[in-house]
């Protein structure tokens, strides 16, 4: 298999991982009832259940992303050292990210974003 697409395995992971931690915050905060419910006038999640959700929910959308510029990739067979790096560079800014956010460093939080986002770059530019 080729190394970016198992590290797009290990953002699945890491998108797994996130899920759980933002439940957990959640059931701390409302109880397993309400969960196991339809959330119907659920109440917010606050603190750091609140930015796990958030930080989960910021993960799905760029892993969509992710996802697609590796398979391109793959399957173009454009694969190489810049988007090996870049695929790197984004799973490991996507692992500072999850944990700046649930810590609540806000400044800090969008600027390993942006490093995730040059990971995702450094792809693209390959496919074009």
């Known amino acids: 298999m080729k190394p970016e697409l198992n590290l797009l395995v290990w953002a699945v992971l890491l998108t797994v991982v996130q899920a759980v931690v933002a ?3 959640a059931m701390m ?6 969960l196991a419910g339809n959330r119907e006038g ?3 999640i606050k603190g750091w259940g609140g930015r796990a959700a958030r930080a989960h929910r910021n993960m799905l959308e760029n892993l969509v992303l992710f996802a697609v510029l590796v398979i391109a990739a793959v399957l173009a067979e454009k694969t190489n050292g810049t988007t090996l790096l ?9 692992v500072a990210y999850a ?3 649930l810590a609540g460093v806000p400044w800090l939080r ?3 974003w942006a ?13 074009i």
């Open 23 to 25: 439940v957990h915050g």
């Open 29 to 34: 905060q409302v109880g397993l009832a309400t």
């Open 42 to 44: 659920m109440p917010e």
């Open 86 to 94: 870049g695929a790197q560079i984004f799973l490991w800014a996507r």
């Open 99 to 101: 944990v700046v956010y």
């Open 110 to 112: 969008t600027g390993v």
């Open 115 to 127: 490093v995730s986002l040059v990971g995702l770059a450094m792809i693209f530019v390959q496919l």
